[in-house]
């Protein structure tokens, strides 16, 4: 059983002194007989006093105030995580079987929310690949490996042309992006074959195997299989996941698992670095933060007056 130390930090800074800072952070790793938390240390600006709860997906998360003055905001999570091999289908209920179990749980809670399909213009010829036949020919847990596949030989896996506000249209186009996109162009072929598909963020190890992703907050998609449960699968990796990945959130897309998210008020001007270390390792000790282009993973707040992802934010809070 692998015990993973992992190191992350969130630094924001200002040019001029900020106030009425209002956080939401979800680093709290998931708690199964599938992982196991043995300790965890959140270290924040300030030392304000975290309320930990509970979202409507089960995520832990915490939010918390920052009302003083201040030009910077660091929020410094360390987790020790002991992770436990998945067992895996052992795929011997009938073909048949398994996909008309999944036209009687289409409208059921929870599976509703993870079938729900975001619409796009090109969603019609994806949706020609998934009526192809071809997958629901096999098991269901063969063809969330054949899509898992399929997205990770046709997307090209490059840092720094996509964002967070990239829409899946662009993506489809590009045929590139990173784990997110990967993990957002898999969850629509799923539910395309009315497989109940959710988000996952949070970490992946892959001691020595060069993975895609190591280093930065993850992401990866978990699909339902009749009679077994939820898998992980990894399309920016073609890999079935295992022990070597820490989750932090579930959800049905980015939107609902983004690891730190707030809103302030002052400058409208704002830098967010961000470091990551991951290792099996007493090792991950970070020196220094990175800027958050290099990690598609965490939200790019960036800089300038016109920030539509703070507006964004500011819309959901008002909400609230």
Not at 123 to 131: F, G, N, R, S, T
Not at 257 to 263: A, F, L
Request: net charge negative.
């Amino acid at each position: 059983m692998p015990r993973i130390f992992i190191h992350h930090v969130t630094k924001y800074t200002y040019p001029e002194p900020v106030r009425d800072s209002a956080n939401q952070v979800m680093l709290y790793p998931i708690k199964d007989e599938n992982q196991e938390v043995q300790s965890q240390r959140l270290t924040i600006t300030g030392e304000p006093f975290v309320e930990q709860f509970r979202d409507y997906y089960g995520n832990e998360a915490g939010s918390f105030m920052n009302i003083a003055p201040h030009k910077e905001l660091r929020i410094d999570s360390n987790i020790i995580v002991v992770t436990k091999p998945i067992r895996y289908p052992t795929d011997e209920i009938p073909i048949e079987k398994q996909w008309e179990y999944l036209l009687q749980i289409r409208y059921v809670v929870p599976f509703i929310d993870f079938l729900k399909q975001e619409n796009f213009i090109a969603l019609p010829e994806v949706k020609q690949i998934a009526d192809a036949g071809f997958y629901k020919s096999v098991s269901v847990f063969v063809a969330v490996q054949q899509l898992n596949k399929y997205v990770y030989d046709n997307f090209e896996y490059i840092k720094g042309i996509t964002n967070v506000e990239t829409t899946l249209d662009e993506i489809w186009k590009l045929r590139a992006g990173v784990c997110q996109d990967f993990a957002h162009m898999l969850l629509v072929m799923l539910r395309l074959l009315n497989i109940p598909a959710r988000y996952v963020s949070g970490y992946v190890c892959g001691h020595n195997n060069n993975l895609r992703g190591e280093g930065a907050t993850h992401a990866w998609v978990e699909a339902y299989i009749p009679f077994y449960g939820w898998l992980g699968l990894d399309p920016t990796n073609n890999y079935i996941v295992s022990d070597g990945h820490v989750r932090l959130a579930i959800g049905r897309n980015f939107s609902d698992c983004s690891p730190v998210r707030g809103t302030y008020k002052g400058t409208a001007k704002q830098t967010l670095e961000v470091g990551v270390s991951v290792s099996y390792e007493d090792t991950a000790v970070i020196k220094e933060v990175y800027p958050v282009l290099t990690s598609q993973e965490l939200k790019v707040a960036g800089s300038g007056e016109d920030n539509s992802y703070r507006r964004h934010l500011q819309m959901i809070q008002q909400q609230q």
